[in-house]
Nanobody, 116 residues
Framework: QVQLVESGGGLVQAGGSLRLSCAAS????????MGWYRQAPGKQRDMVAY???????SYVDSVKGRFIISRDNAKNTVYLQMNSLEPEDTAVYYC??????????WGQGTQVTVSS
C-alpha cells in the first residue's frame, strides 16, 4: 500500500503561481512514477504531468512551458510548480503514484481555482 498526502492548492488570479506537493509513504519500490491528474467539473480526469524515479518527465501539451514537475526521491515527494495559471487550469488536482506493475494509488485531491 502507498499513501499520498497532497498540499498546496488554493485560489489565485490568472497569471499567478501555485506549488503543489505530494508526499508518498508506505511500501515503495522502484521503478515507479509520480505525478498529477486533474478533473474539472463535468469532465474526465486527465493526466497533467508525471516524473519517474529516474527523472524522466512528461507533460500534457496545454501546460508545457508553464508547469514544472520535480521530485525528491529521498523524501518520496513530488512537486508541481504551476506558473502563468489560466482559468482553464481550474480543477481538482489528484496526485498519483504508479507502481512498476501499473497499479495506481491516488491522493485525496486538492482544489485549484484560477480567477479571471
Amino acid at each position: 500500500q502507498v499513501q499520498l498526502v497532497e498540499s498546496g492548492g488554493g485560489l489565485v488570479q490568472a497569471g499567478g503561481s501555485l506549488r503543489l506537493s505530494c508526499a508518498a509513504s508506505g511500501t515503495i519500490f522502484s521503478p515507479n512514477r509520480m505525478g498529477w491528474y486533474r478533473q474539472a467539473p463535468g469532465k474526465q480526469r486527465d493526466m497533467v504531468a508525471y516524473i519517474t524515479n529516474g527523472g524522466i518527465t512528461s507533460y500534457v501539451d496545454s501546460v508545457k512551458g508553464r508547469f514544472i514537475i520535480s521530485r525528491d526521491n529521498a523524501k518520496n515527494t513530488v512537486y508541481l510548480q504551476m506558473n502563468s495559471l489560466e482559468p482553464e487550469d481550474t480543477a481538482v488536482y489528484y496526485c498519483h503514484f504508479r507502481t512498476n506493475t501499473g497499479y495506481i494509488f491516488w491522493g485525496q485531491g486538492t482544489q485549484v481555482t484560477v480567477s479571471s
